[in-house]
């Protein structure tokens, strides 16, 4: 096979080992993880500081190179994986982090820094990340910036929007943009960190930020819990909430997705009996154990609880929440839709979805779990034809903005969604949207086809 003289200049600059063209070798870079979304990539380049990935975007710029920035490869919707030759920008190899500023509570961390190693620094130095989700441990802060991920704690932190004070980004054009503002009150300007955080690759490459740390909770209690509905688990949550417990997470699975991940994880049951409807809540602080006590002890909707304060039995009742989207996989490939609907409406949008997906794909099996406090449910769709997934999806969204909610509403719009943004983005937004992205990439160069359709020169 001939050489790619595009290849060796970028080995030039990243080191031989760091530019792989080897097909066994970009395996693991062209897939994502639910193995829906794959295609060809020209190279997978890992640059190891910005200066080298400003060069490779210099060298791509003047190529004429698509290229796709890259993190941990956890996304969900076919953002950070190749579609047709483009150049793989994998920022794994960038995993600086500095000391926590102990009175400030910032950090400055690379793209390539996991979620995991990112808490595990905090909470050494005395902080905590106000971020947690299942794949903490591949996820990276690149990736979380890219797609304002959400996650488990977004109702007592915000998303990574509210996080990320500072950036530092490589233009299309490979100009290194410096905003590592430190600051907590700094109104110079735009805000350039606020509209990189969540564009998903498509207007700069994040290389760098300044991370806002939490302080941590003292103590935390979780408990599990079976309910009748939907209805019944909004109104615990209202209690919780207005009972002086500090909520640090709501979620929520059904019947189904508790079988699925007993059947695949092999876990025992967590309560006697069966319910329509578990909700896992978790309260944080001192006096948190009593203050969740104090709601659910013989409250009438609270069928049965368990409750744990210590890691390991926290984690065990986190494991029937956090091992659903591992055992969806080991049943097929999943079609995945992370909607939001207004909480309230979470009852009547779960009755609905079924019938709409009854009526189109009657063999299509709906698994639906998420974060309750946000209405962020994620409707998996198994065993439907790529020709169902499309009707299916189409019908789900269009449900989805009737209830006035979000067709993406933490793992991003990727190429999954792209066709169904008009649903909930009007036509003056997409216009805005659309006048941002060709004055940073003009000649779209960066994750073409993302979010928005590829601009007509290329
Ligand atoms: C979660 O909340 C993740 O566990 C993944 O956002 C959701 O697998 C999914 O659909
Ligand atoms: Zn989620």
């Keep these: 096979v001939a050489a790619d003289p595009l290849a060796e200049a970028l080995a030039r600059i990243v080191g031989p080992a760091d530019c792989l063209?080897?097909?066994?070798?970009t395996a693991g870079y062209r897939t994502d993880w639910t193995g829906r979304?794959?295609?060809?990539?020209r190279c997978v380049v890992r640059?190891?500081?910005?200066?080298?990935?400003?060069?490779?975007?210099?060298?791509?710029?003047?190529?004429?190179?698509a290229v796709v920035p890259q993190g941990g490869n956890t996304g969900l919707v076919g953002g950070g994986v190749p579609r047709g030759g483009e150049v793989v920008l994998s920022l794994s190899r960038l995993v600086e982090l500095e000391a926590v500023d102990p009175v400030g509570g910032t950090v400055v961390a690379g793209a390539g820094v996991t979620l995991a190693a990112l808490q595990a620094h905090a909470l050494a130095a005395g902080w905590d990340v106000g971020i947690d989700f299942a794949s903490r441990d591949s996820a990276t802060v690149g990736g979380l910036v890219a797609t304002n991920a959400g996650g488990t704690r977004v109702?007592?932190?915000?998303?990574?929007?509210?996080?990320?004070?500072?950036?530092?980004?490589?233009?299309?054009?490979g100009v290194v943009v410096d905003r590592m503002t430190r600051l907590p009150k700094d109104s110079t300007g735009y805000d350039l960190p606020g509209l990189l955080v969540g564009s998903e690759g498509t207007l700069a490459v994040v290389t760098r930020v300044v991370w806002r740390l939490v302080p941590p909770a003292p103590e935390r209690v979780t408990a599990l819990f079976g309910l009748a509905s939907y209805d019944d688990a909004l109104t615990v949550l209202g209690e919780v909430r207005t009972a002086h417990a500090v909520l640090g997470a709501a979620e929520t699975f059904g019947r189904a997705e508790l079988e699925l991940v007993r059947r695949h994880a092999g876990l025992a049951p967590p309560l006697r009996a069966d319910h329509p409807r578990y909700v896992l809540l978790e309260c944080e602080g001192r006096g948190a154990v009593e203050a969740l006590a104090r709601v659910l002890d013989g409250y009438p909707?609270?069928?049965?609880?368990?409750?744990?304060?210590d890691a390991a039995g926290r984690a065990a009742l986190w494991a029937y929440r956090e091992r659903i989207t591992e055992c969806i996989?080991?049943?097929?490939?999943?079609?995945?839709l992370d909607v939001a609907v207004p909480p309230t409406s979470l009852g009547r949008f779960e009755e609905r979805v079924p019938e709409v997906v009854a009526g189109m794909a009657p063999n299509v099996r709906v698994l639906s779990f998420g974060h309750l406090a946000e209405g962020n449910l994620h409707v998996n769709l198994l065993d439907a034809t790529e020709a169902e997934a499309e009707a299916v999806e189409g019908a789900v969204?269009?449900?989805?903005?009737?209830?006035?909610?979000?067709?993406?509403?933490?793992?991003?719009?990727?190429?999954?969604?792209?066709?169904?943004?008009?649903?909930?983005?009007?036509?003056?937004?997409?216009?805005?949207?659309?006048?941002?992205?060709?004055?940073?990439?003009?000649?779209?160069?960066?994750?073409p086809g993302v979010l928005l359709a590829p601009a007509a020169d290329g």
Excluded at 37 to 41: D, H, I, K, R, S
Excluded at 403 to 427: C, D, M, Q, Y
């Design 21 to 25: 063209t080897d097909p066994d070798l």
């Design 37 to 41: 979304f794959t295609g060809p990539a």
């Design 47 to 65: 640059p190891g500081t910005t200066d080298e990935v400003a060069a490779v975007m210099a060298l791509c710029a003047a190529a004429g190179q």
């Design 155 to 173: 109702l007592r932190h915000g998303d990574v929007r509210a996080q990320i004070r500072g950036v530092e980004a490589v233009t299309a054009a």
């Design 301 to 309: 909707l609270v069928a049965e609880t368990a409750v744990a304060v």
């Design 329 to 336: 996989n080991a049943e097929g490939v999943p079609v995945k």
């Design 397 to 447: 969204l269009t449900l989805v903005a009737g209830f006035g909610g979000s067709i993406s509403a933490e793992h991003g719009v990727g190429i999954a969604k792209r066709r169904w943004l008009h649903l909930t983005r009007n036509p003056e937004d997409i216009a805005v949207m659309r006048a941002i992205k060709d004055a940073l990439d003009p000649h779209g160069l960066l994750n």
